[in-house]
């Protein structure tokens, strides 16, 4: 079984439909007092506190009618999905599918709508009565199975069934799914860098090429690497990391799992003149034999590892670091450390498959106790947002071309996360961290200077 299975699809076997990113406004009819309307039913369910307007296929609206965006409910399908799974899941099918737009915000960067959805800060409970008429309006065909957009993935549960989660196996058909859906479109998103982790900022201004640039010198900086030291980068992505730090001498070998990336990186590797230095290979980084490196990156990475697979994850890197060797792990994180779990529906069914949060220090903890020493941590959480700003700013700058690269109901799905990990940053629910660690040398000592040797 692979993470996708065909579905069948009822509430008239509507084909999918072709998601269009219009926002202009649909034309409203006037609606009789007291009248029962669809959007009057999804309207239920709101405080009426969000600058949001609600409108539906049957003209009916509900919210704000000057609010600066909103939802349009383009079909009965829509009305099924939302339905047969309230909340997250169904708006997401919803909106992938084409059946729900946007008004007022562009689906390369929905974060306007999300961020005016925040406001909603209950969810009202009807009255029976109004349950029985809502009931009525909607009818009983939005009860018939139908069948969720082709991006989405059998729920955890089922996956699990199937096959140990982050076993080799598994983990390679969860990078594939996320990282090899196109580099051309990877290109419109992510700009010249190819860097798909968190910049570094110096203002909120700077450009994204240069925070990226700023990322790998901080980094770079922080392990103290020397010309003709060697350094491994786990999940090495397009290989920016490795083109870095290999134009100033040092010899790496990155690997990932995505069979797209290691194509792209190995050509981007020769175009810079720097193959002599730098071996991009197609592999987990549980096959790696070479040990004694000088240094060992988790750019990105750390996400896919799993809680529950931090000690073998991080005992790698002790057996593979030489005596007073650095590692620096670069990561999303969750705000505490007493909560961990899998994202909710868009992360885990359409994005991160097998993705796993916890908070930094769940992870020092880990890195503590296999034996390596913690010297630094730093929080980069704004830095991220400004991050994912951007990303979606190139996404929505190249919209026709990222659709016509893998289709409309893929890009929204990106477009929908970058705009949820953005809020998620703001809010400080989700964060980023940058952990350095050494491998302390026989007999407890570590070389390192006494003050800090990098700067911001």
């Given at each position: 079984?692979?993470?996708?299975?065909?579905?069948?699809s009822?509430v008239?076997?509507?084909?999918?439909?072709?998601?269009?990113?219009?926002?202009?406004?649909p034309?409203?009819?006037?609606?009789?007092?007291?009248?029962?309307t669809?959007?009057?039913?999804?309207?239920?369910?709101?405080?009426?506190?969000?600058?949001?307007?609600?409108?539906?296929?049957?003209?009916?609206?509900?919210?704000?009618?000057?609010?600066?965006?909103?939802?349009?409910v383009?079909?009965?399908?829509?009305?099924?999905?939302l339905?047969?799974a309230?909340?997250?899941?169904?708006?997401?099918?919803?909106?992938?599918?084409?059946?729900?737009?946007?008004?007022?915000?562009?689906?390369?960067?929905?974060y306007?709508?999300?961020?005016?959805?925040?406001?909603?800060r209950?969810?009202?409970?009807?009255?029976?009565?109004?349950?029985?008429?809502?009931?009525?309006?909607?009818?009983?065909?939005?009860?018939?199975?139908?069948?969720?957009?082709?991006?989405?993935?059998?729920?955890?549960?089922?996956?699990?069934?199937h096959?140990?989660?982050?076993?080799?196996?598994?983990?390679?058909?969860?990078?594939?799914?996320?990282?090899?859906?196109?580099?051309?479109?990877?290109?419109?998103?992510?700009?010249?860098?190819?860097?798909?982790?968190?910049?570094?900022?110096?203002?909120?201004?700077?450009?994204?090429?240069?925070?990226?640039?700023?990322?790998?010198?901080?980094?770079?900086?922080?392990?103290?690497?020397?010309?003709?030291?060697?350094?491994?980068?786990?999940?090495?992505?397009?290989?920016?990391?490795?083109?870095?730090?290999?134009?100033?001498?040092?010899?790496?070998?990155?690997?990932?799992?995505?069979?797209?990336?290691?194509?792209?990186?190995?050509?981007?590797?020769?175009?810079?003149?720097?193959?002599?230095?730098?071996?991009?290979?197609?592999?987990?980084?549980?096959?790696?034999?070479?040990?004694?490196?000088?240094?060992?990156?988790?750019?990105?990475?750390?996400?896919?590892?799993?809680?529950?697979?931090?000690?073998?994850?991080?005992?790698?890197?002790?057996?593979?670091?030489?005596?007073?060797?650095?590692?620096?792990?670069?990561?999303?994180?969750?705000?505490?450390?007493?909560?961990?779990?899998?994202?909710?529906?868009?992360?885990?069914?359409?994005?991160?498959?097998?993705?796993?949060?916890?908070?930094?220090?769940?992870?020092?903890?880990?890195i503590q106790?296999?034996g390596?020493?913690?010297?630094?941590?730093?929080?980069l959480?704004?830095?991220?947002?400004?991050?994912?700003?951007?990303?979606?700013?190139?996404?929505?700058?190249?919209?026709?071309?990222?659709?016509?690269?893998?289709?409309?109901?893929?890009?929204?799905?990106w477009?929908?996360?970058?705009?949820?990990?953005?809020?998620?940053?703001?809010?400080?629910?989700?964060?980023?961290?940058?952990?350095?660690?050494?491998?302390?040398?026989?007999?407890?000592?570590?070389?390192?200077?006494?003050?800090q040797?990098?700067?911001?």
């Amino acid at each position: 079984m692979t993470l996708q299975e065909t579905r069948t699809s009822a509430v008239g076997e509507q084909p999918t439909t072709q998601p269009q990113h219009a926002t202009e406004r649909p034309a409203e009819v006037p609606q009789r007092p007291g009248q029962m309307t669809v959007a009057g039913v999804l309207g239920l369910f709101t405080d009426g506190t969000a600058p949001l307007r609600i409108t539906a296929f049957d003209g009916s609206g509900v919210g704000p009618q000057d609010a600066p965006v909103g939802i349009h409910v383009k079909s009965r399908r829509a009305l099924a999905y939302l339905v047969q799974a309230p909340g997250e899941l169904g708006l997401t099918r919803a909106y992938v599918s084409g059946d729900l737009n946007l008004l007022g915000a562009h689906p390369g960067d929905p974060y306007p709508l999300l961020k005016a959805a925040i406001a909603f800060r209950e969810v009202r409970r009807p009255s029976a009565a109004e349950l029985v008429e809502a009931a009525r309006v909607l009818g009983r065909d939005v009860l018939r199975p139908v069948a969720p957009p082709p991006q989405e993935l059998v729920p955890g549960w089922r996956r699990r069934l199937h096959g140990l989660t982050h076993s080799k196996a598994r983990d390679a058909e969860v990078i594939h799914h996320h990282y090899d859906v196109s580099n051309a479109f990877y290109e419109r998103m992510l700009g010249p860098s190819m860097t798909y982790t968190c910049g570094v900022y110096t203002t909120p201004e700077t450009t994204l090429e240069d925070a990226q640039d700023r990322k790998y010198q901080l980094i770079f900086d922080k392990l103290g690497l020397r010309e003709g030291d060697r350094l491994l980068d786990i999940g090495c992505g397009w290989g920016g990391m490795a083109r870095y730090a290999a134009a100033r001498g040092i010899r790496v070998l990155g690997v990932t799992l995505a069979a797209e990336q290691v194509e792209w990186a190995r050509q981007a590797t020769e175009d810079a003149g720097l193959s002599d230095l730098v071996e991009i290979r197609h592999s987990d980084y549980r096959d790696v034999p070479e040990t004694g490196f000088d240094a060992i990156t988790s750019i990105g990475m750390t996400e896919h590892i799993g809680v529950g697979q931090y000690p073998t994850y991080f005992g790698f890197f002790r057996d593979h670091l030489t005596p007073g060797g650095r590692m620096m792990v670069h990561t999303i994180t969750r705000a505490r450390n007493d909560v961990r779990g899998r994202g909710r529906a868009l992360m885990d069914r359409y994005v991160f498959p097998d993705g796993e949060l916890t908070g930094s220090g769940r992870l020092i903890s880990e890195i503590q106790n296999i034996g390596l020493e913690v010297v630094h941590e730093e929080c980069l959480r704004p830095h991220y947002a400004f991050t994912l700003r951007d990303w979606a700013r190139n996404l929505r700058d190249h919209w026709d071309e990222a659709v016509a690269e893998v289709g409309e109901g893929t890009a929204r799905v990106w477009g929908l996360m970058l705009a949820g990990g953005r809020i998620g940053m703001e809010r400080g629910y989700l964060q980023h961290h940058q952990i350095l660690a050494v491998k302390p040398l026989d007999g407890g000592g570590t070389s390192l200077p006494l003050g800090q040797w990098w700067t911001r």
